[in-house]
């Protein structure tokens, strides 16, 4: 509707709505890290070890889930604004072009089974920076010049 207070809110409100959501889901899975790595568990000697690798993975891999909902957020905003181009590059860049040379560089190190779940909160972090900047871009080209007259 080109209402620019509107346009406002819905931004506003979309992205603390999901950084809310993903927060709690952060807490939940730090809280219950050892629980839900014993469902992995096996037989054998190996099942204290897949545990612990497990809870290591949860908890360090859940510290990107608030960035990647707040990049997620971006993304539905750049599509409500028309574009399309932006958001799929968003997410191309956290699940491939980030994941892949950073999982490579930690994979090259002797604790890899400890560091490589860096991966996925440093790709967050990488890619909701990019965002905001896409977000930013965006807003001046199709916000910014919206008049607050549409009352």
């Not at 497990?54 to 997620?72: H, K, Q, T, W």
């Not at 590059?89 to 604790?111: H, T, W």
């Not at 779940?117 to 965002?131: N, V």
Request: include cysteine.
């Amino acid at each position: 509707m080109k209402n620019k207070e509107k346009i406002n809110d819905c931004i506003k409100y979309g992205i603390i709505d999901t950084a809310v959501v993903t927060l709690i889901l952060t807490i939940i899975f730090e809280i219950f890290a050892v629980p839900l790595s014993n469902l992995f568990g096996l037989t054998g000697e190996t099942t204290t070890e897949i545990i612990n690798i497990c809870v290591v993975a949860l908890r360090i891999a859940s510290i990107g889930y608030i960035f990647m909902g707040f990049s997620i957020a971006i993304q539905g905003i750049l599509q409500s604004l028309g574009y399309a181009i932006k958001p799929l590059i968003i997410s191309l860049l956290r699940l491939v072009i980030f994941v892949f040379p950073i999982a490579y560089l930690f994979i090259l190190s002797k604790n890899v089974s400890n560091i490589v779940w860096w991966t996925f909160p440093i790709s967050e972090i990488l890619t909701s920076i990019i965002a905001i900047i896409m977000l930013k871009k965006s807003y001046e080209e199709k916000v910014e010049i919206i008049k607050i007259d549409n009352m």
